[in-house]
Each structure stands twice: as C-alpha cells, then as structure tokens.
C-alpha cells in the first residue's frame, strides 16, 4: 500500500448504482493484506449486500489520516485501532462503536498489569514502561495506576523502547517492576485466558515465585468497527448485523472482515472508558 488513500469507488455496484448515494467504508491496510482493488472486492460485495446499497472502500495512509477522514464526514464507517477510535472520538464525539473483535479464547481485549517482585513496597524501586504509543504497558499505567504516576513524579520511571525491553531490565534486575499485560475476556468471566506477559515470564525460565501482580486495569478492549453518530439506525443494525454473523474460520471476505480474530460481539461507548482514560490523559502530561 502507497502513502496515498486508494480509493476503490471505481468498483461496479451494479445497476442503478450512479443514482444512490454509496456508503462509504474506510480502513487501514495490515501487514500482509490486499488492499488493491481486487482485494478488497469481497469486502465491498459484503457490505453492499448487507445494506442494500452500492460501497466504496477507502484506504487510509493511517490511524489518523482514517480518523480524520471520518471526523471530516468522507467516509460514514471505519474500522479502527483501540487508540485510534479514542482519539476520534475524544475530537468530536461523533463516532460511535458498533461491534468489536473477540479471539477464539474469548479474549475481547487486553489487561495492562504491573509485575513486581514478591518483597516490592509501595513508593518505593524503579519501574518499567513500555514505548509512548502503547496503550497496554504505558497510556493505560500512566492514566490509571497510582503506582506508575508516583513514580513518574519522583524520578523512578524508566522509559524503554519496547514492551520485550522493559521485561528484560525486570529479568536482570535492574528494574523492580515493570509493566506488562494479559488477554482479558469479557468483564463477568472468573479467570483470564492465559497469555501475555505471565506466559512470557513463563517461558523465561523464570520461577514464578519470583514475581506477582500488583495492579491490573479494566478491560482494554480491542478496536471496533465504528460508525458516525448521524448514521441511521436501521443502518447501524444491519452493519452489526453482518459483523455479528461472520463464522469462526470464513474464508473470503469474512476473513478480511475478522482481520486475525475469531469472531465479533456488540459494544457500546462504556466499553471504551479505559481506553479513552488512557489517551485523553496523554493531554495532561
């Protein structure tokens, strides 16, 4: 994908197209995805199904160019990275989740955690975040963990460039602890599906006596698809519609659509709290 949109609009829609306005997707092409013309067809057959009306797919340079896009009313939908759709919406509050991503596991997003040694205190040793755009081991520590504020405020917090940087300083202890993360399933579920920074830790060798968690946060949950908030509602209900019946393993354009997760699920803009705490505190350092 070149730095400049590609915009797909040149794609029949069938007859009668011309006369009806299209619905307008937008997103941002991952690694190892088609984004030409060709590639995207399934996506555009899909939705233009779905809604009965002719699509066009737009595709963004990035996260910001795909928010502004939608802010400026180019395009009516985009699917959306979990910070990217926090930084539209705290711009303009015209955007509004529709449905999100939830992995085979039941995992719907992400805990931040900070990981400590058995005999750490509060106040007190050096701790570990992860680079400024990650939303797991520093915006969401630096919004919501007293622990990590306090040691920002005295001097003790290490700024490293990786998330894999910051668990190697805690391994060779040069660190008290650092941040980190786990896979988090929906709020009422009992345990977390394993993963993330303790199978990590795991793998290390570590012995896990060595170490607990000292702070979790809510649940990050994974980017939504999102729509503007002057979308119509049987509209809407359609979309989520469509998200919501794509099966596990779909091949086509149901697989573009999962992009790597297992299914979608309903959300609502209380499922962003954490995440738009995370980024709107980015404005108060």
């Known amino acids: 994908m070149t730095a400049t949109a590609v915009s797909l609009a040149a794609l029949s829609c069938g007859p009668g197209a011309l006369a009806q306005e299209a619905f307008r997707i937008g997103l941002v092409a991952l690694p190892g995805e088609d984004a030409s013309v060709e590639g995207l067809a399934g996506i555009k057959a899909a939705y233009s199904a779905a809604l009965g009306m002719p699509v066009e797919v737009m595709v963004a340079r990035d996260y910001a160019a795909l928010a502004e896009a939608q802010i400026a009313g180019r395009i009516d939908y985009a699917a959306y990275s979990a910070p990217a759709f926090a930084a539209a919406s705290l711009r303009c509050g015209c955007v509004v989740p529709v449905a999100?991503?939830?992995?085979?596991?039941?995992?719907?997003?992400?805990?931040?955690?900070?990981?400590?040694?058995?005999?750490?205190?509060?106040?007190?040793?050096?701790?570990?975040?992860?680079?400024?755009?990650?939303?797991?081991?520093?915006?969401?520590?630096?919004?919501?963990?007293?622990?990590?504020?306090?040691?920002?405020?005295?001097?003790?917090?290490?700024?490293?460039?990786?998330?894999?940087?910051?668990e190697a300083l805690f391994l060779s202890g040069k660190v008290d602890g650092f941040f980190g993360w786990t896979p988090a399933r929906a709020e009422n579920a009992t345990e977390p599906p394993p993963g993330g920074t303790p199978a990590r830790l795991a793998a290390s060798g570590l012995d896990p006596s060595a170490w607990r968690i000292a702070w979790r946060s809510d649940t990050l949950r994974y980017g939504p698809h999102a729509v503007r908030s002057d979308i119509a509602p049987g509209r809407v209900e359609k979309l989520a519609g469509l998200l919501e019946s794509v099966a596990p393993g779909e091949a086509g354009p149901g697989r573009q659509i999962m992009r790597g997760h297992d299914r979608f699920a309903a959300v609502s803009p209380a499922d962003y709290r954490a995440v738009l705490d995370a980024v709107a505190a980015l404005g108060t350092r």
């Open 100 to 166: 999100a991503p939830v992995d085979a596991d039941g995992s719907v997003g992400l805990r931040s955690v900070l990981i400590v040694r058995p005999g750490f205190e509060e106040g007190s040793g050096r701790l570990a975040v992860g680079p400024a755009d990650s939303l797991a081991t520093r915006l969401a520590p630096l919004a919501a963990s007293d622990e990590a504020r306090a040691a920002a405020a005295s001097g003790r917090l290490v700024e490293t460039a990786s998330a894999a940087e910051a």
